[in-house]
């Protein structure tokens, strides 16, 4: 069954296309006159839109929500667990830096969270980021090593799992050790009820050569993202090193997307969106691909470049061509989130994928 995952918003939500006109979830505008906290009657915080958005999802029958790293933004384990909590059904995964903490303490606080979420939580590390970020968090690790790190995070983190416990031990017995370029772990492990627990599904992202080889040997999913020419050369690359590692990584890939009942009334929107930032500027289809692709959503303020436009059956009809070329986990995004998420389940995500999304009744 292919499966569509929802990216939470990081820095607040809204209709306009202006991130600082945004108005949900605490930024952009002005200093809020009161604080997150206020819990008087007809008060909210930002997290009240978030858990909106983290129902919404569930109830429209996603499988599951990003909660995305943002250096400027919401702090993403954060709102992981507060989306754990708040739902019952729906996965969802943490995008974080290695640089968060040792691997041994984003392991405990994962075991943490898939005790008491029953194995809901999968990871998303993000390894590539630019200087001025890795200079912000005081990060010296830069270039491959980037990726020589991301390896040695997984393997000690794995390593202390210990997701096989002795029956009525808890515990493997010797401890886990490892001595590598950037941890080190002397008699490391977890013991009690912390041990025997399903490990994250682990994702990552990338298409160098590094990133590419990283995901072959650690990742369950490499989530891709579309270029122009598509990504398919990458994501054969991807299968060639992961078949020489004796695995086999399934292949995900992010869109935004803004899907309407008619294709007029999606480019519609679009063009409003474009023209609140390029007034004068030239029109939308001069980011169109011509394919129901269009190239203009980072200046939308959105994470990817390049993602679909047209109506519910036009979008669908692209989905399930992604899906028969090797995708089947989708992680889609789409502002106002609220109203977006419910678009996608109620008129989309049926017609994209309906041999999984139709609600069958059960047979007593």
Same mark, same amino acid.
């Given at each position: 069954?292919?499966?569509?995952?929802? #990216?939470?918003?990081?820095?607040?939500?809204?209709?306009? &296309?202006?991130?600082? /006109?945004?108005?949900?979830?605490?930024?952009?505008?002005?200093?809020?006159?009161?604080?997150?906290?206020?819990?008087?009657?007809?008060?909210?915080?930002? =997290?009240?839109?978030?858990?909106?958005?983290?129902?919404?999802?569930?109830? +429209?029958? *996603?499988?599951?929500?990003?909660?995305?790293?943002?250096?400027?933004?919401?702090?993403?384990?954060?709102?992981?667990?507060?989306? *754990?909590?708040?739902?019952?059904?729906? #996965?969802?995964?943490?995008?974080?830096?290695?640089? =968060?903490?040792?691997?041994?303490?984003?392991?405990?606080? @994962?075991?943490?969270?898939?005790?008491?979420?029953?194995?809901?939580?999968?990871?998303?590390?993000?390894?590539?980021?630019?200087?001025?970020?890795?200079?912000? #968090?005081?990060?010296?690790?830069?270039?491959?090593?980037?990726?020589?790190?991301?390896?040695?995070?997984?393997?000690?983190?794995?390593?202390?799992? +210990?997701?096989?416990?002795? &029956?009525?031990?808890?515990?493997?017995?010797?401890?886990?050790?490892? &001595? !590598?370029?950037?941890?080190?772990?002397?008699?490391?492990?977890?013991?009690?009820?912390?041990?025997?627990?399903?490990? %994250?599904?682990?994702? /990552?992202?990338? +298409?160098?050569?590094?990133?590419?080889?990283?995901?072959?040997?650690?990742?369950?999913?490499?989530?891709?993202?579309?270029? %122009?020419?598509? $990504?398919?050369?990458?994501?054969?690359?991807?299968?060639?090193?992961?078949?020489?590692?004796?695995?086999?990584?399934?292949? !995900?890939?992010?869109?935004?997307?803004?899907?309407?009942?008619?294709?007029?009334?999606?480019?519609?929107?679009?063009?409003?969106?474009?023209?609140?930032?390029? %007034?004068?500027?030239?029109?939308?289809?001069?980011?169109? *691909? @011509?394919?129901?692709?269009?190239?203009? $959503? !980072?200046?939308?303020?959105?994470?990817?470049?390049?993602?679909?436009?047209?109506?519910?059956?036009?979008? &669908?009809?692209? /989905?399930?061509?992604?899906?028969?070329?090797?995708?089947? @986990?989708?992680?889609?995004?789409?502002?106002?989130?609220?109203?977006?998420?419910?678009?996608?389940?109620?008129?989309? *995500?049926?017609?994209?994928?309906?041999? !999984?999304?139709?609600?069958?009744?059960?047979?007593?």
């Amino acid at each position: 069954m292919t499966e569509y995952l929802w #990216r939470l918003p990081s820095r607040g939500d809204g209709r306009r &296309a202006n991130p600082e /006109l945004r108005r949900r979830g605490g930024f952009g505008g002005p200093a809020p006159a009161t604080p997150a906290t206020d819990v008087r009657p007809g008060r909210f915080g930002p =997290f009240d839109d978030l858990h909106q958005i983290i129902d919404a999802a569930e109830l +429209n029958g *996603l499988d599951g929500v990003l909660a995305p790293y943002d250096p400027l933004g919401e702090e993403s384990w954060v709102v992981a667990g507060g989306a *754990l909590r708040a739902t019952r059904h729906a #996965r969802v995964i943490v995008e974080f830096h290695p640089a =968060f903490g040792t691997p041994v303490y984003a392991a405990k606080v @994962s075991a943490t969270l898939q005790r008491l979420s029953a194995g809901r939580l999968a990871w998303r590390l993000v390894v590539d980021t630019d200087p001025a970020d890795e200079r912000a #968090r005081g990060d010296r690790v830069g270039g491959n090593e980037r990726y020589a790190r991301a390896a040695e995070f997984l393997t000690v983190a794995e390593g202390v799992w +210990n997701a096989e416990p002795v &029956a009525g031990a808890g515990f493997r017995g010797t401890g886990f050790d490892y &001595a !590598g370029e950037f941890y080190d772990v002397i008699d490391g492990g977890f013991r009690g009820i912390l041990s025997g627990l399903p490990f %994250p599904e682990v994702h /990552l992202t990338g +298409n160098s050569a590094a990133a590419l080889e990283l995901s072959a040997r650690h990742a369950d999913v490499h989530v891709f993202t579309e270029t %122009p020419d598509g $990504f398919t050369d990458d994501l054969a690359e991807l299968r060639r090193r992961a078949a020489g590692h004796d695995r086999l990584v399934r292949a !995900g890939l992010e869109l935004p997307v803004i899907a309407r009942e008619t294709e007029a009334e999606a480019w519609a929107r679009v063009e409003r969106q474009w023209r609140e930032l390029r %007034p004068d500027g030239a029109d939308t289809s001069a980011r169109s *691909l @011509s394919d129901g692709r269009w190239a203009g $959503f !980072g200046e939308l303020g959105y994470p990817q470049d390049i993602g679909l436009v047209g109506s519910y059956e036009q979008v &669908a009809a692209r /989905l399930r061509e992604y899906a028969a070329a090797g995708v089947d @986990s989708f992680v889609l995004s789409g502002h106002p989130h609220i109203e977006e998420v419910h678009r996608a389940g109620e008129h989309l *995500l049926h017609l994209a994928d309906p041999a !999984g999304r139709v609600l069958k009744e059960a047979i007593a």
